[in-house]
């Protein structure tokens, strides 16, 4: 909760340990966030299971993987463009 009203700009994940999909956008999150360490967004992680209080007070932590963005400790929504536009940079899309 400080985190995000902490920071100026937060990216948070809200995951859990199990299935692919978790644990390859965790891998994804993590690795994104060692590549902007260095940039004025902070990023934080939330496992729904180990912290169910704390994903509750932001999220619904039965859907999950999700990524909330705050921005001085208010969610910010990801407009449909704006997600269109990184699936196509980082050619993203569901198996199959």
């Known amino acids: 909760e400080d985190f995000v009203s902490?920071?100026?700009?937060?990216?948070?994940?809200?995951?859990?340990?199990?299935?692919?999909?978790?644990?390859?956008?965790y891998e994804k999150f993590e690795r994104t966030a060692q590549e902007w360490k260095w940039t004025r967004i902070?990023?934080?992680?939330?496992?729904?299971?180990r912290d169910?209080?704390?994903a509750e007070k932001f999220h619904d932590p039965t859907m999950v993987p999700t990524n909330m963005i705050f921005v001085r400790g208010e969610a910010v929504p990801v407009l449909i463009e704006d997600l269109d536009i990184l699936k196509k940079k980082y050619e993203a899309q569901p198996p199959g």
Do not use: P, T, W
Request: proline content about 0%; glycine content about 6%; hydrophobic content about 30%.
């Open 6 to 25: 902490n920071e100026e700009y937060a990216y948070v994940l809200f995951y859990s340990n199990h299935g692919k999909l978790n644990r390859d956008l």
């Open 42 to 49: 902070s990023f934080g992680r939330i496992d729904v299971h």
């Open 52 to 54: 169910r209080k704390m």
